[in-house]
């Protein structure tokens, strides 16, 4: 079955770095969309990054615009979300996840991973 696993969350203070990685197996990942969204507490889940499957062609939030950069390894079926210049209100859980199109709604997205953890203080 498809399995999207996320790592590398974590606790930073306001300006640190982190690193975000999804492993994906069960599915041909080369053909995948792959985006990455976050729920903060009390709030829904929103749209984070994206990468396209093949061109390598990415979208972001304004949030998140010149802080975070999506990238993915097709050879190793992975995705990455490295996050620069953190605020507090990054904290959320991050979640990676699959989809046949390119996009930014949650609802596109046919494959989730878990969700890890990202709390960054002031």
């Known amino acids: 079955q498809v399995q999207l696993v996320e790592s590398g969350g974590g606790s930073v203070q306001t300006g640190g770095s982190l690193r975000l990685s999804c492993a994906a197996s069960g599915l041909t990942f080369s053909r995948y969309v792959m985006g990455w969204f976050r729920q903060a507490p009390g709030k829904e889940r929103e749209f984070v990054a994206v990468?396209?499957?093949?061109?390598?062609?990415?979208s972001y939030a304004t949030s998140v615009k010149g802080r975070f950069t999506i990238s993915r390894d097709n050879a190793k079926n992975t995705v990455t979300l490295q996050m620069n210049m953190l605020k507090p209100e990054d904290t959320a859980v991050y979640y990676c996840a699959a989809s046949l199109q390119f996009g930014s709604s949650s609802l596109q997205y046919n494959y989730w991973g878990q969700g890890t953890q990202v709390t960054v203080s002031s």
């Open positions: 990468i396209k499957s093949s061109t390598y062609i990415t």
